[in-house]
T-cell receptor, first 113, second 116 residues
């Protein structure tokens, strides 16, 4: 158990809908990262937050947004869902002070029908 | 551009044998970090081992060791005495960024199957 929690574990929804994925980092970690793992694109970095502020953006679609709250949990919002958004979405956290290792949550498997 | 290459899509290894999973990387940044993660069929991503670009010695964690050859830009994972539970996807990743901006760039992965 990495100490990073993600809910829900599975999510099935229809095209055009909006969903919210939730992540709680390890105790004491300030950075939260979101990654998408799909069959055709592999693992891709989406976005990073550090202590509530957006720090880096990767291949995140405009239909997707995220935020990190004062209690350091983070939410990834996916809207106007398309079939191609079906993927495993991971949240990871890393310790403050530039610690290198990222610890991953169990992931949320999103299926868009 | 920074890139991670894993050239072995799949590997079959006999139980108890050692296995080497290949990873080469490309970066112009002198400061970087290299990681290996294991993803079993259940889907979770498990951190295995880390090597910093300035580390003098190869990293080791139990049965895992990282064969770091900086001049060749390779960071191969060695698993000694393989076990059936080692069957999984293995990903090599590189830290990209500075300070607290540490997003990871990933290789395509190697599917390792341990045969009894």
């Amino acid at each position: 158990d990495s100490g990073v929690t993600q809910t829900p574990k599975h999510l099935i929804t229809a095209t055009g809908q909006r969903v919210t994925l939730r992540c709680s980092p390890r105790s004491g970690d300030l950075s939260v990262y979101w990654y998408q793992q799909s069959l055709d694109q592999g693992l891709q970095f989406l976005i990073q937050y550090y202590n509530g502020e957006e720090r880096a953006k990767g291949n995140i679609l405009e239909r997707f947004s995220a935020q990190q709250f004062p209690d350091l949990h983070s939410e990834l919002n996916l809207s106007s869902l398309e079939l191609g958004d079906s993927a495993l979405y991971f949240c990871a956290s890393s310790p403050p002070g530039g610690g290198d290792t990222q610890y991953f949550g169990p992931g949320t498997r999103l299926t868009v029908l | 551009a920074q890139k991670i290459t894993q050239t072995q899509p799949g590997m079959f290894v006999q139980e108890k044998e050692a296995v080497t999973l290949d990873c080469t990387y490309d970066t112009s940044d002198p400061s970087y970090g290299l990681f290996w993660y294991k993803q079993p069929s259940s889907g979770e991503m498990i951190f295995l081992i880390y090597q910093g670009s300035y580390d003098q010695q190869n990293a080791t964690e139990g049965r895992y060791s990282l064969n770091f050859q900086k001049a060749r830009k390779s960071a191969n994972l060695v698993i000694s005495a393989s076990q059936l539970g080692d069957s999984a996807m293995y990903f090599c990743a590189m830290r990209n960024g500075r300070d607290s901006n540490y997003q990871l760039i990933w290789g395509a992965g190697t599917k390792l199957i341990i045969k009894p």
